[in-house]
């Protein structure tokens, strides 16, 4: 049995530099070209010193020029000093340009920090198909540089730069103690559209003062795998509208600040620190539906009693991405059949005759049978603003989840155009 920690988690906080050794900032530079000079969109995040990293990246077979140098570029090398991250141009589908001003936003944001162009990561988010303004990104990253902090209100700002039609900033500090020490891990992310499982149209970067071995563990260096495990669990766990987009990215930068070392020769650290590091990263998942384009409902669709985690894990997806399950949902209509529906044309082989179905506990079948009367009781759990399904195929023991929306008419009328 994993051991367990007494977890202090804070949604909602200033950002990342409540973490020692990180330093962070923004500016408003107007990449939309909307001669808007006072919506931030662009943020550096940087690390005192060079800090242990790994990201984990959209699985959609095109990948945004950030995120391609990104993964090159942690393949090179495990130690990063900065970020660079900017919203309002996606800097996708741009071609060899995109590629080349990719690696210009390094250049100039390490010429400003003080650090190798081999050491920055660059993330973009916003429309896809347009080269980015390098001239304004240029300016953005000089004044963001000379700005650079660990006060609340650079955090916050760094935070709201990062942001597109997002409606809030979504941030979260998680602080774990145990024997050896503490471990400070803080997150800040983006995403409300264009979310759907394998990650979204969503940026995450996560701090943390401890250090982190960067020893290959079967190929795969540790960090990267703690990191990837969280992101399975989580923002890979979620769906608002069902689109993957090409610049999915969750960066992660430890630079070992307060002292404890996370290894395999030290396992209460690392379970300490992995701990930590779920806690935010479920935390900034939540955020994340639950800010979904025009959405009213946020579910959890939970999948267990199957054969194993590749059945209930279809099943999740195929429930939590039915349009019309999503619709009925909007609709406050506890429309069971849509989800049994939806659940058999996963194709896993589930049997009927077995499921258990319950919203918020609430019986709505039982071994395939309806249980009628609680029919008022349905509804008015799905009127609700967040609720839970659970479906139990009675196969097996393995189970997943997934954390779903609704689609609303508000979010057609917000998608029509750009």
């Known amino acids: 049995m994993e051991k367990t920690f007494d977890i202090t988690v804070r949604e909602d906080v200033s950002g990342l530099g409540l973490v020692k050794g990180f330093k962070v900032g923004a500016a408003a530079c107007d990449i939309r070209n909307k001669d808007d000079f006072t919506r931030l969109d662009l943020a550096l995040v940087v690390s005192e010193t060079p800090a242990d990293a790994a990201g984990v990246f959209t699985t959609n077979d095109v990948k945004a020029s950030p995120v391609l140098l990104d993964m090159s570029r942690l393949e090179a090398s495990p130690k990063m000093r900065a970020i660079v991250a900017n919203s309002g141009n996606a800097n996708a589908c741009t071609g060899t340009r995109g590629d080349s001003d990719a690696d210009k936003m390094c250049e100039l944001a390490a010429a400003a920090v003080g650090a190798r162009k081999e050491e920055v990561l660059v993330c973009s988010t916003g429309r896809i198909g347009e080269f980015m303004p390098m001239e304004k990104v240029a300016k953005g990253i000089e004044a963001a540089a000379v700005s650079l902090s660990n006060s609340d209100e650079n955090s916050i700002a760094a935070s709201r730069a990062i942001m597109t039609s997002d409606t809030r900033p979504k941030t979260v500090l998680a602080s774990v103690e145990f024997g050896g020490g503490k471990i400070n891990v803080a997150g800040m992310a983006k995403g409300a559209g264009m979310i759907e499982p394998n990650m979204a149209t969503m940026l995450a970067f996560i701090v943390s003062d401890a250090a982190v071995e960067q020893k290959l563990l079967k190929k795969l260096q540790l960090l ?44 209460e650290a690392l379970a300490a620190f992995k701990a930590a590091l779920l806690e935010v990263s479920r935390a900034l998942a939540r955020k994340i539906v639950g800010d979904g384009e025009k959405i009213t409902k946020v579910v959890e669709v939970k999948v267990k009693g199957a054969r194993d985690s590749v059945q209930a894990e279809k099943i999740c997806r195929a429930i939590g991405n039915s349009l019309l399950v999503k619709s009925s949902w909007f609709g406050e209509d506890p429309n069971w059949g849509r989800l049994t529906d ?16 319950d919203y918020d506990g609430v019986a709505v079948l039982v071994k395939g049978q309806p249980v009628a009367e609680n029919k008022p009781l349905w509804k008015k759990i799905v009127s609700q603003k967040t609720f839970t399904i659970n479906m139990n195929l009675n196969l097996g023991d393995a189970e997943e989840s997934i954390l779903a929306a609704d689609l609303t008419e508000g979010y057609v009328n917000f998608n029509k155009g750009e």
């Open 224 to 267: 990267k795998k703690l990191l990837k495990e969280c992101a399975d669990k989580t923002f890979n766990r979620m769906t608002v509208d069902g689109d993957m987009s090409t610049n999915d990215t969750v960066l992660c930068l430890c630079n070992g600040a307060g002292g404890v070392e996370v290894s395999e020769s030290n396992p």
């Open 342 to 357: 939806a659940a058999g044309y996963a194709r896993t082989g589930l049997e009927y005759y077995k499921i258990d179905l």
